[in-house]
């Protein structure tokens, strides 16, 4: 398909929301001394409890050598450890110290002002969260393929029990 207009148009509307939304992420990251990645990498491995490299690179959208570079930079920080599997030494599991739960922890209070809009937007609209989750979904599922996205669904499955955090909608 050739970029015509309305594509021209999808482009940079999408790309704008994108960028408001790592811009908010990096800077929620940043004012607790960390970069966006590598509270990323935190929240997968507090969610997985342990998660190996791979596992991380998979639902974090890498590639192994971006995921070993910011593990390193999180393990001079304190904030993880690596373990080797002890039935196989080939695989390493990354999991948050004392230190990391606790940065972790005060991660979770940013705000966004991106999902504000949504959920002001979402009073107008009320079926406006469930299409847009469910387009978001399957665009995934197509992109980044079904396992990508059963992650996601079980790790937000979990995430209020998880968290104590309840279901803010």
Do not use: C
């Not at 990498?41 to 590639?63: F, H, N, P, Q």
């Not at 991660?107 to 504000?116: G, P, R």
């Not at 499955?157 to 104590?164: L, R, S």
Request: hydrophobic share 35%; aromatic share 10%.
């Amino acid at each position: 398909m050739t970029v015509n207009h309305k594509n021209h148009l999808l482009m940079n509307y999408i790309r704008g929301m994108a960028k408001t939304l790592e811009e908010e992420w990096q800077t929620g990251a940043k004012q607790l001394g960390l970069t966006l990645a590598e509270q990323h990498i935190m929240w997968i491995v507090y969610l997985e409890d342990r998660a190996s490299i791979s596992t991380i690179a998979k639902v974090g959208l890498w590639d192994r050598s971006t995921v070993m570079q910011v593990i390193k930079r999180l393990v001079n920080k304190g904030l993880v450890q690596v373990q080797k599997d002890e039935s196989d030494l080939r695989v390493s599991y990354v999991i948050l110290t004392e230190a990391g739960h606790e940065k972790r922890k005060q991660t979770q209070s940013s705000s966004f002002k991106l999902f504000e809009f949504i959920q002001e937007y979402q009073k107008e609209k009320p079926e406006f969260m469930k299409e847009l989750v469910d387009f978001h979904r399957e665009a995934n599922r197509y992109f980044h393929g079904e396992e990508f996205v059963e992650w996601v669904e079980k790790t937000t499955e979990e995430y209020d029990q998880k968290t104590g955090v309840g279901n803010r909608e």
